[in-house]
């Protein structure tokens, strides 16, 4: 049996210990919370890099994403070429009552289309105001902190590799189309050309008045 009071003492100690120790308690809303940058807040949507392939719908354990879409047909890249179809986005909505924030969705998106913004205020009064359509995931989006350098070491990625092929022959063609052009208009302003010599003193470059 302890000694009588002894419990009393100790809650006591207790309390003059955690009294002298600075509060953790924030005032938030007054005083905003300091989260780590990669919080798992909420669910962006980037959606230019959706091709509503639907895995993120099927995998999601709660089934709280609804996607509507339709097809259009686009024409062939080149002449002789066949037409495609492609799925056009027309809804794209998460039920964040139902989220259970596992990140799964985020997880097998092959497009890179989902990612995790570090944005937590979004209480609603209602429940069913929790559904977020595309234009408030697409807000968070770019609240989505910029991925980690790459490590200096590393083999450069195809992607970027093919995307500067593309520049390149893009601004070839461009100076091309520019040279093109200029040849063109000096051409135009030979002796014969509004603003040549021949012009301005009215003769056709034989002698002859014009
Ligand atoms: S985080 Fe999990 S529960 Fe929430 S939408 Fe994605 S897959 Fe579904
Ligand atoms: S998995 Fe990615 S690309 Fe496919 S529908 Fe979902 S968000 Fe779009």
Known sequence: MGIPGSGLAKGLAVTLRTMTRKS???????AQPELP????????????????????????????????????????A??????????VLDRFAIDFALCMYCGIC????????????????????????????RDKLREWMWTVPAPPALDPRAEEPKEIGA?????????????????????TSDASDGPNGPDGPNERNGTDGNGAAT
């Open 37 to 76: 940058p990669r919080t798992r807040g909420v669910i962006g949507l980037f959606e230019e890099n959706c091709t509503v392939c639907m895995l993120c719908a099927r995998e999601c354990p709660d089934w709280c994403i609804y996607i509507d879409s339709h097809k259009e047909t686009v024409p062939p």
């Open 163 to 183: 995307a500067r092929k593309t520049a390149d022959k893009l601004a070839a063609a461009e100076a091309a189309a520019a040279a093109e052009s200029e040849r």
């Open 106 to 133: 985020i997880e097998v998106c092959p497009f890179d289309a989902l990612f995790w913004s570090p944005e937590f205020e979004y209480a609603e009064e209602d429940i069913r105001d929790l559904t977020h359509e």
């Open 78 to 87: 080149a002449p002789g070429g066949r037409e495609r179809s492609r799925n």
């Open 24 to 30: 953790h308690t924030a005032q938030y809303p007054d």
